[in-house]
């Protein structure tokens, strides 16, 4: 076949079919088929899992790895708002491009091609963060796309001058808005003014949203009305959204039934949601970790996210979404096959959907970007914590990660 710039052979893809060869034409595919001979140079899957890579939809760059400079004796959210207000006053551009850098190394060898960060733009963070996470979004461009969101971490009403400057960073690059009512004296308030900015802007808009275990106090039904007056069905998201795991049955059901009909995704942050919660119980602790698959079954969108790395909110991580998902499937009771697809799709197509994508598919014509996963299918690779052995993006190797290598003694000692 003439054409081909490197040929991926014997891979094996998502559907379960035998192995196949996947063909690169410049930074596009141009074949996937079986027995496809060339003279380009190439690579042996060995049968491994080829994918287009995994989708990060929540992670929060510009404050990962700020573990050692915050006292933590509660482990409770209001005493990681508070530390992390404290620490983000001090930081600086350079100090964040070199945290949020590590982080995004990490997620690139996990297997992440696309992540949509939140970016603190208030009054003590001011734009230090969102300057460096534009850096390190030009800077690692090749390997992964970043969508960063300005986010609004400690509220608007109560904290003078934030809107004036999420406005300014959505006119200077920010793709995103990103609100969280729950630190507002004025959630309402909060929430209306988070649309407007979007809507001013024309983006997206997401709601760290309803952090707690009691059932009581939501703010999702504002959300959700708000979606409503605004039609912004399909451009809408929420994150942690913990009160739903506190609802009876029939009311997580009219909940789930809502949030589809309404086109409002929901992302599940496993590590933080366990860590924060449930920690003025003394026995029986609940998960405190929203069951997000039940929204796909009800016709919505769902994913799995890291949320933060090594900082008050999350003290351990490693940008893993492989991780993320088996300690989701864990939590959730998953075991089937089936699944274990379905957790594996909350960290791929689900998250494309979220973002406003289609899911993208190892296919002739799409871009070059595959994957290659230790494991044969993606019930599988969630099951194992599957590592990833590397990866190409655009038609260009961005990475690998070899096999370990054992080395047995001699036969006799």
């Known amino acids: 076949m003439a054409d081909i710039d490197f040929l991926i052979r014997n891979a094996r893809l998502a559907d379960g079919r035998a192995p196949v060869d996947i063909a690169f034409a410049g930074s596009r595919i141009a074949a996937v088929a079986s027995g496809i001979t060339c003279d380009a140079p190439d690579f042996d899957a060995g049968g491994k899992l080829a994918t287009p890579g995994l989708t990060e939809t929540h992670i929060h760059l510009d404050k990962a790895g700020i573990i050692g400079r915050c006292a933590l004796c509660e482990g409770t ?74 986010f609004a971490q400690e509220g608007l009403t109560n904290d003078p001058g934030t809107e004036d400057m999420l406005a300014e960073a959505l006119a200077n690059g920010a793709d995103q808005v990103g609100g969280c009512p729950y630190t507002d004296a004025d959630p309402a308030v909060h929430i209306a003014r988070i649309f407007d900015l979007a809507e001013r802007f024309g983006v997206n808009v997401d709601f760290h949203v309803d952090f707690d275990l009691r059932p009581e106090g939501s703010n999702l039904a504002t959300i959700i009305a ?90 351990f991580g490693d940008a893993s979404l492989m991780r993320m998902a088996n300690l989701y499937a864990n939590i959730a009771q998953l075991g089937t096959a089936a699944a274990l697809q379905t957790v594996y799709d909350m960290i791929s197509g689900q998250g494309e959907r979220l973002l406003g994508r289609s899911p993208s598919a190892i296919a002739a014509g799409a871009p070059a970007s595959v994957v290659l996963f230790d494991a044969e299918t993606p019930a599988e690779a969630v099951a194992t914590i599957a590592p990833t052995l590397c990866g190409w993006r655009n038609g260009r190797k961005t990475f690998e990660r070899p096999r370990p290598r054992l080395f047995r003694a001699p036969e006799g000692r």
């Open 77 to 150: 959210l209001s005493e990681a708002v508070r530390e992390t207000a404290k620490a983000k006053a001090g930081f600086t551009v350079e100090d964040v491009y070199a945290r949020a850098a590590k982080v995004v190394e990490q997620a690139i060898g996990h297997g992440t091609t696309l992540m949509r960060t939140f970016v603190e733009v208030d009054p003590r963070a001011g734009f230090h963060s969102f300057e460096a996470i534009k850096a390190i979004r030009r800077d690692y461009g090749d390997a992964i796309e970043i969508i960063i969101c300005a």
């Open 226 to 315: 708000e979606t409503r007056k605004r039609c912004y069905q399909g451009r809408v998201s929420v994150g942690h959204v913990t009160k739903l795991s506190a609802l009876a049955p029939e009311a997580f059901a009219a909940a789930l039934t809502e949030l589809a009909e309404n086109g409002i995704a929901l992302t599940v942050l496993p590590a933080t949601d366990l860590y924060l919660n449930g920690r003025e119980f003394t026995h029986l602790v609940p998960r405190g970790v929203t069951p997000g698959h039940r929204l796909i079954a009800a016709g919505g969108v769902a994913t799995l996210s890291t949320n933060n790395v090594l900082n008050p909110f999350t003290p």
